[in-house]
């Protein structure tokens, strides 16, 4: 499992900061567990001035990150999965979301939480999703390095 050696972040208040939550609509079940994730970080940081934002799938999550970034929000935290099937298409829609969302970021200066899984097979993503059994929640890190970031760069 790739949680190993991740950092524990200490809670901040990030109660001034306001949020913009973009998640993909693909695997749901998967996606439940990444946004509550998300949420619970949220509400433990202190944030009240937030929004969930639905996109079709993680190919979009770029776009719509961009124009949250440029609506004035201090963070973005971007969830989405993707699973590996038999053809290219995989390769190509983890590297342009990946590639998109730094680019977001580095651009506008609005720190984006990578909350992107990119998993071989449906169990991998369930592992990571903060469901029940799950062995990580990747919703809640990416929110909670959304929001450190967002205060440091501040």
Not at 30 to 51: N, P, Q, R
Not at 129 to 144: F, H, Q, R
Request: charged share 20%; proline share 4%.
């Amino acid at each position: 499992m790739s949680g190993e050696g991740a950092p524990k972040l200490d809670v901040v208040d990030a109660s001034g900061l306001k949020v913009a939550v973009i998640a993909s609509s693909w695997h749901v079940t998967v996606m439940d567990g990444l946004i509550a994730g998300a949420e619970k970080a949220l509400k433990e940081y202190g944030v009240t001035d937030s929004v969930l934002v639905r996109v079709p799938g993680s190919y979009e999550l770029p776009v719509v990150a961009k124009a949250y970034a440029d609506r004035g929000y201090d963070a973005v935290v971007a969830l989405g999965v993707v699973i590996r099937g038999g053809t290219p298409h995989f390769d190509y829609v983890c590297e342009a979301a990946t590639l998109g969302l730094t680019q977001v970021s580095v651009n506008t200066g609005v720190p984006v939480g990578f909350g992107l899984l990119t998993c071989d097979d449906e169990q991998q993503a369930v592992d990571r999703a903060g469901l029940p059994g799950s062995k990580e929640d990747k919703g809640y890190e990416a929110a909670t390095a959304a929001l450190t970031t967002a205060l440091l760069v501040r």
